[in-house]
């Protein structure tokens, strides 16, 4: 009785969802004046034609909704004295922006000490950055840290801290 009941139940979703999706498919046809899974119009002989208004003759033709542009914000460069210089790949300290094997072995350091989730890239970003602070409290690593971590070490030589 119970397979019954559940053969049944699932007949029925299954016409109800072919329903809807033939409403759909259909409804979205209709409106561009076409038959279900005819490519070309409906009609080839006979165009259909827009309604007229007895005035003018001329087809009378839907709104156009006006788009609205959200205006950007202006962003200033910073002046020259306040901007951080860019950082050279692979030189110390390394900070924000920087990148290389350097950058990769801090970020490994992270994920098997402090559990960083993050994707090791190469880059130091701001995540990367955030973590550093966090649990190394600084923003810049120094080559003196560095070395005194033991990251200087390839990375199957480096050991946990725990």
């Not at 490519?39 to 087809?59: H, I, L, N």
């Not at 955030?130 to 649990?135: D, E, G, N, S, T």
């Not at 190394?136 to 560095?146: F, H, M, R, S």
């Amino acid at each position: 009785m119970k397979k019954n009941v559940l053969i049944g139940s699932c007949i029925a979703a299954g016409v109800i969802g072919l329903g809807l999706l033939a409403v759909y498919v259909y409804g979205a046809e209709k409106d561009s004046g076409q038959v279900p899974g005819a490519k070309g119009p409906s009609t080839p002989e006979k165009k259909q034609s827009r309604p007229v208004t007895a005035a003018s003759d001329k087809p009378v033709q839907k709104p156009v909704r006006p788009t609205v542009k959200t205006p950007q914000p202006k962003t200033e460069p910073l002046p020259a004295e306040t901007a951080p210089a860019a950082p050279v790949a692979d030189e110390f300290p390394l900070r924000l922006g920087s990148r290389g094997k350097r950058v990769e072995r801090l970020q490994v350091y992270l994920m098997r000490n402090y559990g960083w989730t993050g994707v090791i890239s190469g880059l130091l970003d701001k995540e990367t950055e955030a973590l550093m602070k966090r649990r190394l409290k600084t923003a810049a690593l120094d080559q003196a840290t560095y070395i005194h971590l033991k990251m200087d070490k390839p990375v199957h030589e480096q050991t946990p801290i725990r």
